[in-house]
């Protein structure tokens, strides 16, 4: 157990179980376990009806005392939340401190024009009042002694003795003067009364005992004056707030020893209380904060601040391990201080951290300093083991993969050889003159060669079984090498260069000649000088460069996929996780943990010139090089304890307080931007979740489009996204807005184009197609696209077996998995190449790959089908089932021609029965199959309900032919059921397969026009049986009425009321009714015909699912692959499909104008109705009418201007 773990364990918490997770199984109740952590973490509001000015608690803090501005003093009842009395002993003067003193009995209060007010309680009844000088008056009780000590200005400290005898204030008591070395400006008692702190105006601090007031410690000068001071629990601290808003904290050893000092407040210090036994320190100010220190161990304040208003008084209880505090509104506060989260500060090299090493199988880490100390840590009791002091300063080191040795350059030219597993040799390395300046170090697997990357642009490689003697130079990159390693079981070599590139060489062989050195490829793809490389043994390489592009790569130089920093700032370091489900890059002022599936941003840390980074074996905890410091703390991607994670912005706590209130039913607290950054740990749930799981999807859309403090989109450790959040709870807005992300970041609009964007379909697709969501097709027709891999072929040999379709776990295509050897040329026919934006349940008999081709065939949009995803996804499918649903259906086939030639020519043949019993029982074992792979679902479909009456007809029949008892009518039965069951054969064949969906689709849509020919049918039935009940029996004349409808009717009618019955049966049944029969099979047809594809395709998808439902042994298996295709550039066949497109628009145009043009006709029938030509001339006359007038009124105007004009001439 490391000293971390150590600590998360100690100590007597009363509430330390809810801050672990318990493992929730899904995102609701992960949200009740936080929820539960939340309300353990927020302080208790207590609303009063006034602002308190002031407090103390009562001793079994069943009661607090308030003191008001108006010059009251309240009794508060902690159990009832209420004001028992309330009464205003001053005028118009505020209350400035208020103490409980005499066992509860009495208390003092200490008005804002200095008098002191001793009143009984709870009545609060006036005792006594003493009046003072000055405005800052610093009073305590002393409780063993009965007496209030104060301060009055003076060099000198004054008390006053208290009884709990009413009269006892009858007789005058009179204050005394103790003498002090200066005017003190605030002091305190301990809580057992034994000390007394003073601090004075000449900024200095004394420690008196209480009882003989003798000088016990002191300090000197301080940096300026304290304003308040505080004992620690058992009186072995002791704290002082200055003006300049610092804070201190002294040993009370044998010497007052200072050791900490805090500068986390940017106001005046209200108040101050250690907890939890010492272990942390609070402080309360006006900038509206209270901070947690750890005084047991460096870490980051803690810091609580959940409303805007100063905080204007903090005390803690008498249990200190909680605090009460008031601010500038009309409530006082109880928070029980969290155990925080440790951060151990290790401090040993006096200049920069450069390397930062953990030995494989030990607790013990190795730190490396430009100061030239070797250091070896040990992380369980975060201690420094030993250390060495080597010549220069250590730029680079290495431990070999078995742990047993250290090996570290020097920029002084020498390479050091430290055995670290033998304690005995530790202080006495190896030392190796070397006269390159390293960049890089890399010792292969087996420990038997180490590479160097120098700035001459070479790696040099050593032999380390012979003292270091140089075995080859790699040359070939124009800047130098930064990074190296040894892969493919130390065969080749990879070196990432400031120039940009990464190259692989092949070592292997005899390497006396530089000749047997062979560049195998060079990874092309930064743009920026590379500054960080990391290499995986399961293939893969990452690198980062000065411009915050990280790219992955595989051994061959293929490029996987890119990322980009948001601040676009040099890589210091990388690191991918043993599982590849994350990985983290470190830049100089922030360390950025990313989730690999989409590529998404999960939190970043702040950090201040970071330099290296590194994990422990276990990944448990993070290592992180600042300055000269190293920070160890809790991996948050592999811990348990619960926790609130992001950047040095925002409140957690407000936070907190918002997922709290943003679950409640019509809620509408406010969500602020700040709170973007955070997650919550072990869980990975970030804002985005529960945006989405409470429909808040204005807030979800500003927050995803935030442009300065974006959240991020990523899945939690239950592999939940806010996407699948909204999909589960039908929230279609939410979903929109999730889809609209998901589209700009593959896009790349605004942002580092993220191709693996919409990863996080695979696990809510299936989800979204049941939920009837209108978009469905839209965003279907963009999950199948062409691939924008780097150096993809355009062209390939004529011979070549195209298409190819292969299941891929990788994201990017490569061309060498998809196209046979020795294909691809610069000339030939074109290729594209295509792929799926996320992994597909392609994987034959899976539940998961059921589940989806059945949430195909029930999505509200059959448009889906003629999306090319769909259409490759089940092409794909049908080539891997197509072999077993041929064989089934020729084996039925032939079971079919058996029966036809029995019937016919064998019917009493006992050998050709056994025959036909054969292929019955092979058909029989596999509906066995079915019903016992798929029960419930098996009697939904109407084919199996046929095979099961036809196995029951056949064996029946079968067991009574055997026993020759040939039963003609179970035989036909037979038949009936086993033709009508063929029809499903047809489905195999693309010709004939979407006809099986027409002839169902003809029998749904015919069946309540049926109903109404029945119903017709039966009234004339009836109606002939009424005119000769006695002529025949009824059935008979139903019969007659059903030929009827049919055209066979009989002529021989002699009365009038016959003929007319006739007439009309005839018009209705065989004209009207009929006819309209045939208009709906019509209709019917046509339709089918405009979608025939889309019945092909969902009758394919049945079959499918039909074979892997009794694919009983991929049950359980959970895995998805991409799909990559390579085709030829089909033009001709993109022009059909075009065309046929184009033609099924002009349709649909055709017949808006046809409406547009009805419409029309409409509207002018309705305008000549009106007599618009008599309107129309009517109105021209107005108008010529209107013109007259108006040039009569100018020819006027003209003779009145000329008039005008004649006149001014005179």
Same mark, same amino acid.
């Given at each position: 157990?490391?000293?971390?773990?150590?600590?998360?364990?100690?100590?007597?918490?009363?509430?330390?179980?809810?801050?672990?997770?318990?493992?929730?199984?899904?995102?609701?109740?992960?949200?009740?376990?936080?929820?539960?952590?939340?309300?353990?973490?927020?302080?208790?509001?207590?609303?009063?009806?006034?602002?308190?000015?002031?407090?103390?608690?009562?001793?079994?803090?069943?009661?607090?005392?308030?003191?008001?501005?108006?010059?009251?003093?309240?009794?508060?009842?902690?159990?009832?939340?209420?004001?028992?009395?309330?009464?205003?002993?001053?005028?118009?003067?505020?209350?400035?401190?208020?103490?409980?003193?005499?066992?509860?009995?009495?208390?003092?209060?200490?008005?804002?024009?200095?008098?002191?007010?001793?009143?009984?309680?709870?009545?609060?009844?006036?005792?006594?009042?003493?009046?003072?000088?000055?405005?800052?008056?610093?009073?305590?009780?002393?409780?063993?002694?009965?007496?209030?000590?104060?301060?009055?200005?003076?060099?000198?400290?004054?008390?006053?003795?208290?009884?709990?005898?009413?009269?006892?204030?009858?007789?005058?008591?009179?204050?005394?003067?103790?003498?002090?070395?200066?005017?003190?400006?605030?002091?305190?008692?301990?809580?057992?009364?034994?000390?007394?702190?003073?601090?004075?105006?000449?900024?200095?601090?004394?420690?008196?005992?209480?009882?003989?007031?003798?000088?016990?410690?002191?300090?000197?000068?301080?940096?300026?004056?304290?304003?308040?001071?505080?004992?620690?629990?058992?009186?072995?601290?002791?704290?002082?707030?200055?003006?300049?808003?610092?804070?201190?904290?002294?040993?009370?050893?044998?010497?007052?020893?200072?050791?900490?000092?805090?500068?986390?407040?940017?106001?005046?210090?209200?108040?101050?209380?250690?907890?939890?036994?010492?272990?942390?320190?609070?402080?309360?100010?006006?900038?509206?904060?209270?901070?947690?220190?750890?005084?047991?161990?460096?870490?980051?304040?803690?810091?609580?601040?959940?409303?805007?208003?100063?905080?204007?008084?903090?005390?803690?209880?008498?249990?200190?391990?909680?605090?009460?505090?008031?601010?500038?509104?009309?409530?006082?506060?109880?928070?029980?201080?969290?155990?925080?989260?440790?951060?151990?500060?290790?401090?040993?090299?006096?200049?920069?951290?450069?390397?930062?090493?953990?030995?494989?199988?030990?607790?013990?880490?190795?730190?490396?300093?430009?100061?030239?100390?070797?250091?070896?840590?040990?992380?369980?009791?975060?201690?420094?083991?030993?250390?060495?002091?080597?010549?220069?300063?250590?730029?680079?080191?290495?431990?070999?993969?078995?742990?047993?040795?250290?090996?570290?350059?020097?920029?002084?030219?020498?390479?050091?050889?430290?055995?670290?597993?033998?304690?005995?040799?530790?202080?006495?390395?190896?030392?190796?003159?070397?006269?390159?300046?390293?960049?890089?170090?890399?010792?292969?697997?087996?420990?038997?060669?180490?590479?160097?990357?120098?700035?001459?642009?070479?790696?040099?490689?050593?032999?380390?079984?012979?003292?270091?003697?140089?075995?080859?130079?790699?040359?070939?990159?124009?800047?130098?090498?930064?990074?190296?390693?040894?892969?493919?079981?130390?065969?080749?070599?990879?070196?990432?260069?400031?120039?940009?590139?990464?190259?692989?060489?092949?070592?292997?062989?005899?390497?006396?000649?530089?000749?047997?050195?062979?560049?195998?490829?060079?990874?092309?793809?930064?743009?920026?000088?590379?500054?960080?490389?990391?290499?995986?043994?399961?293939?893969?390489?990452?690198?980062?460069?000065?411009?915050?592009?990280?790219?992955?790569?595989?051994?061959?130089?293929?490029?996987?996929?890119?990322?980009?920093?948001?601040?676009?700032?040099?890589?210091?370091?990388?690191?991918?996780?043993?599982?590849?489900?994350?990985?983290?890059?470190?830049?100089?002022?922030?360390?950025?943990?990313?989730?690999?599936?989409?590529?998404?941003?999960?939190?970043?840390?702040?950090?201040?010139?970071?330099?290296?980074?590194?994990?422990?074996?276990?990944?448990?905890?993070?290592?992180?090089?600042?300055?000269?410091?190293?920070?160890?703390?809790?991996?948050?991607?592999?811990?348990?304890?619960? &926790?609130?994670?992001?950047?040095?912005?925002?409140?957690?706590?407000?936070?907190?307080?918002?997922?709290?209130?943003?679950?409640?039913?019509?809620?509408?607290?406010?969500?602020?931007?700040?709170?973007?950054?955070?997650?919550?740990?072990?869980?990975?749930?970030?804002?985005?979740?529960?945006?989405?799981?409470?429909? &808040?999807?204005?807030?979800?859309?500003?927050?995803?489009?935030?442009?300065?403090?974006?959240?991020?989109?990523?899945?939690?450790?239950?592999?939940?996204?806010?996407?699948?959040?909204?999909?589960?709870?039908?929230?279609?807005?939410?979903?929109?807005?999730?889809?609209?992300?998901?589209?700009?970041?593959?896009?790349?609009?605004?942002?580092?184009?993220?191709?693996?964007?919409?990863?996080?379909?695979?696990?809510?697709?299936?989800?979204?197609?049941?939920?009837?969501?209108?978009?469905?097709?839209?965003?279907?027709?963009?999950?199948?696209?062409?691939?924008?891999?780097?150096?993809?072929?355009?062209?390939?040999?004529?011979?070549?077996?195209?298409?190819?379709?292969?299941?891929?776990?990788?994201?990017?295509?490569?061309?060498?998995?998809?196209?046979?050897?020795?294909?691809?040329?610069?000339?030939?026919?074109?290729?594209?190449?295509?792929?799926?934006?996320?992994?597909?349940?392609?994987?034959?008999?899976?539940?998961?790959?059921?589940?989806?081709?059945?949430?195909?065939?029930?999505?509200?949009?059959?448009?889906?089908?003629?999306?090319?995803?769909?259409?490759?996804?089940?092409?794909?499918?049908?080539?891997?089932?197509?072999?077993?649903?041929?064989?089934?259906?020729?084996?039925?086939?032939?079971?079919?021609?058996?029966?036809?030639?029995?019937?016919?020519?064998?019917?009493?043949?006992?050998?050709?029965?056994?025959?036909?019993?054969?292929?019955?029982?092979?058909?029989?074992?596999?509906?066995?199959?079915?019903?016992?792979?798929?029960?419930?679902?098996?009697?939904?479909?109407?084919?199996?309900?046929?095979?099961?009456?036809?196995?029951?007809?056949?064996?029946?029949?079968?067991?009574?032919?055997?026993?020759?008892?040939?039963?003609?009518?179970?035989?036909?039965?037979?038949?009936?059921?086993?033709?009508?069951?063929?029809?499903?054969?047809?489905?195999?064949?693309?010709?004939?397969?979407?006809?099986?969906?027409?002839?169902?689709?003809?029998?749904?849509?015919?069946?309540?026009?049926?109903?109404?020919?029945?119903?017709?049918?039966?009234?004339?039935?009836?109606?002939?049986?009424?005119?000769?009940?006695?002529?025949?029996?009824?059935?008979?004349?139903?019969?007659?009425?059903?030929?009827?409808?049919?055209?066979?009717?009989?002529?021989?009618?002699?009365?009038?009321?016959?003929?007319?019955?006739?007439?009309?049966?005839?018009?209705?049944?065989?004209?009207?009714?009929?006819?309209?029969?045939?208009?709906?099979?019509?209709?019917?047809?046509?339709?089918?015909?405009?979608?025939?594809?889309?019945?092909?395709?969902?009758?394919?998808?049945?079959?499918?699912?039909?074979?892997?439902?009794?694919?009983?042994?991929?049950?359980?298996?959970?895995?998805?692959?991409?799909?990559?295709?390579?085709?030829?550039?089909?033009?001709?066949?993109?022009?059909?499909?075009?065309?046929?497109?184009?033609? &099924?628009?002009?349709?649909?145009?055709?017949?808006?104008?046809?409406?547009?043009?009805?419409?029309?006709?409409?509207?002018?029938?309705?305008?000549?109705?009106?007599?618009?030509?008599?309107?129309?001339?009517?109105?021209?006359?107005?108008?010529?009418?209107?013109?007259?007038?108006?040039?009569?009124?100018?020819?006027?105007?003209?003779?009145?201007?000329?008039?005008?004009?004649?006149?001014?001439?005179?």
């Amino acid at each position: 157990m490391s000293g971390i773990e150590q600590r998360y364990q100690a100590g007597s918490w009363s509430n330390t179980d809810v801050y672990f997770s318990k493992n929730p199984e899904n995102f609701e109740k992960a949200m009740e376990e936080f929820s539960i952590f939340c309300e353990r973490q927020l302080p208790t509001v207590w609303n009063i009806p006034f602002k308190p000015t002031c407090f103390d608690i009562s001793i079994k803090e069943e009661y607090l005392l308030l003191g008001g501005p108006h010059g009251n003093v309240a009794n508060y009842e902690i159990s009832t939340m209420s004001i028992l009395r309330d009464e205003e002993i001053t005028i118009s003067k505020s209350i400035q401190s208020v103490k409980f003193i005499l066992q509860d009995a009495q208390v003092v209060a200490l008005s804002e024009d200095c008098v002191l007010y001793i009143l009984e309680y709870p009545s609060f009844q006036f005792l006594h009042k003493i009046t003072l000088k000055i405005n800052k008056v610093v009073f305590r009780f002393k409780k063993q002694s009965e007496m209030i000590l104060f301060t009055n200005g003076t060099a000198e400290i004054f008390s006053f003795k208290v009884n709990i005898d009413e009269e006892f204030y009858m007789k005058r008591p009179e204050k005394k003067a103790i003498k002090i070395e200066d005017i003190p400006t605030t002091f305190s008692l301990s809580d057992d009364d034994a000390l007394l702190a003073m601090a004075y105006v000449n900024k200095s601090i004394s420690i008196f005992f209480a009882d003989t007031m003798s000088k016990m410690k002191e300090t000197g000068p301080n940096h300026c004056k304290a304003v308040t001071l505080v004992f620690s629990q058992w009186n072995k601290h002791l704290s002082a707030a200055f003006e300049d808003f610092s804070v201190y904290v002294w040993a009370l050893e044998s010497t007052l020893a200072l050791k900490h000092t805090f500068s986390t407040h940017s106001a005046n210090i209200t108040g101050i209380a250690f907890v939890r036994e010492n272990t942390y320190i609070v402080t309360s100010s006006e900038d509206n904060n209270i901070n947690v220190c750890n005084l047991k161990g460096e870490c980051q304040p803690y810091s609580m601040n959940i409303m805007d208003s100063k905080v204007l008084m903090m005390a803690g209880n008498k249990k200190h391990n909680k605090v009460y505090y008031i601010q500038d509104f009309d409530a006082i506060l109880l928070w029980e201080v969290p155990q925080l989260p440790k951060i151990t500060y290790y401090r040993g090299h006096k200049d920069r951290v450069t390397k930062i090493l953990f030995i494989p199988n030990s607790f013990e880490l190795i730190s490396l300093g430009e100061d030239g100390q070797f250091i070896l840590w040990d992380s369980r009791m975060d201690l420094k083991h030993d250390a060495l002091q080597m010549e220069g300063r250590l730029a680079n080191g290495l431990v070999s993969p078995s742990g047993s040795k250290a090996i570290v350059y020097s920029d002084a030219h020498f390479v050091y050889v430290v055995n670290i597993d033998d304690p005995r040799t530790l202080s006495s390395p190896t030392k190796y003159n070397f006269r390159h300046d390293v960049l890089c170090m890399q010792i292969s697997n087996s420990e038997t060669k180490l590479a160097f990357g120098d700035r001459q642009n070479r790696v040099r490689v050593f032999d380390m079984k012979n003292g270091l003697n140089e075995l080859f130079i790699i040359k070939g990159h124009i800047l130098p090498i930064i990074e190296c390693y040894f892969i493919n079981e130390d065969r080749e070599i990879l070196t990432a260069s400031m120039d940009c590139t990464i190259c692989k060489w092949s070592i292997s062989g005899n390497l006396s000649h530089e000749s047997k050195i062979i560049k195998l490829s060079t990874f092309l793809g930064h743009q920026a000088a590379i500054t960080s490389m990391i290499v995986s043994p399961d293939g893969y390489v990452v690198s980062g460069s000065e411009d915050g592009v990280i790219i992955f790569w595989n051994y061959k130089g293929n490029k996987l996929y890119s990322s980009c920093c948001p601040n676009q700032i040099p890589i210091k370091a990388l690191y991918l996780s043993q599982d590849h489900t994350y990985f983290i890059s470190l830049q100089e002022s922030m360390c950025s943990f990313w989730q690999l599936g989409n590529l998404a941003l999960l939190f970043q840390i702040n950090v201040t010139n970071a330099s290296f980074l590194a994990l422990a074996n276990d990944e448990k905890f993070v290592a992180i090089a600042e300055d000269n410091t190293i920070s160890l703390s809790e991996n948050p991607l592999g811990c348990s304890s619960i &926790r609130i994670i992001g950047k040095n912005i925002g409140s957690p706590h407000r936070f907190m307080k918002f997922i709290l209130n943003c679950q409640k039913e019509n809620s509408k607290v406010q969500y602020e931007m700040d709170y973007n950054h955070f997650i919550i740990a072990p869980y990975m749930i970030g804002p985005a979740h529960i945006l989405s799981f409470c429909n &808040r999807f204005n807030d979800l859309n500003i927050a995803l489009f935030y442009e300065p403090n974006r959240a991020s989109f990523f899945s939690t450790v239950n592999d939940e996204n806010p996407l699948s959040i909204c999909v589960d709870l039908e929230f279609k807005n939410c979903i929109d807005i999730c889809i609209k992300y998901m589209r700009q970041q593959y896009n790349g609009k605004n942002t580092f184009r993220n191709l693996r964007a919409f990863y996080p379909l695979e696990s809510c697709l299936t989800k979204l197609n049941a939920i009837d969501y209108p978009y469905i097709k839209k965003l279907y027709d963009g999950l199948f696209v062409r691939s924008e891999a780097d150096m993809l072929p355009r062209f390939c040999l004529f011979e070549t077996d195209l298409p190819v379709e292969i299941l891929s776990e990788h994201f990017t295509v490569i061309s060498d998995q998809i196209l046979p050897p020795n294909s691809s040329s610069h000339s030939g026919r074109p290729i594209v190449f295509s792929q799926s934006l996320f992994p597909l349940d392609l994987d034959l008999g899976t539940d998961s790959s059921i589940e989806f081709l059945q949430s195909i065939l029930d999505c509200s949009d059959p448009e889906i089908f003629r999306t090319s995803l769909v259409i490759e996804y089940l092409s794909f499918k049908w080539k891997k089932v197509k072999p077993t649903v041929y064989i089934l259906g020729f084996i039925y086939i032939f079971y079919i021609i058996l029966l036809a030639l029995y019937i016919v020519l064998f019917i009493e043949s006992q050998e050709f029965l056994i025959a036909l019993i054969v292929v019955h029982c092979i058909l029989w074992a596999f509906e066995i199959l079915q019903i016992a792979t798929d029960f419930s679902d098996y009697w939904k479909n109407i084919w199996n309900i046929q095979d099961q009456l036809r196995s029951l007809s056949f064996t029946f029949y079968a067991i009574m032919a055997w026993q020759e008892n040939y039963n003609d009518n179970i035989l036909l039965a037979v038949v009936i059921f086993s033709w009508s069951r063929g029809i499903s054969c047809f489905r195999m064949f693309d010709e004939t397969r979407y006809m099986v969906r027409l002839i169902i689709q003809v029998i749904i849509d015919i069946q309540t026009f049926f109903f109404i020919l029945f119903y017709a049918t039966f009234a004339f039935a009836f109606v002939y049986y009424m005119r000769d009940p006695e002529g025949q029996p009824f059935p008979m004349y139903l019969t007659q009425a059903y030929r009827l409808d049919l055209g066979d009717f009989e002529t021989d009618l002699t009365e009038a009321f016959d003929w007319i019955i006739f007439f009309v049966a005839t018009l209705i049944n065989p004209l009207i009714m009929l006819n309209l029969l045939i208009a709906i099979m019509s209709d019917t047809a046509a339709a089918v015909a405009e979608i025939d594809d889309i019945c092909n395709l969902r009758e394919m998808a049945e079959m499918i699912m039909d074979i892997e439902k009794v694919m009983f042994w991929k049950k359980g298996i959970y895995r998805k692959f991409y799909l990559h295709k390579c085709d030829f550039t089909q033009a001709e066949e993109a022009e059909n499909e075009d065309s046929t497109t184009f033609i &099924r628009e002009i349709k649909k145009q055709v017949i808006e104008i046809r409406m547009t043009v009805k419409s029309l006709k409409s509207h002018a029938k309705k305008l000549e109705d009106f007599n618009f030509h008599h309107s129309l001339t009517s109105f021209m006359d107005e108008q010529g009418d209107m013109e007259v007038n108006v040039r009569s009124q100018l020819k006027d105007n003209e003779e009145l201007i000329s008039d005008i004009q004649k006149k001014m001439n005179i």
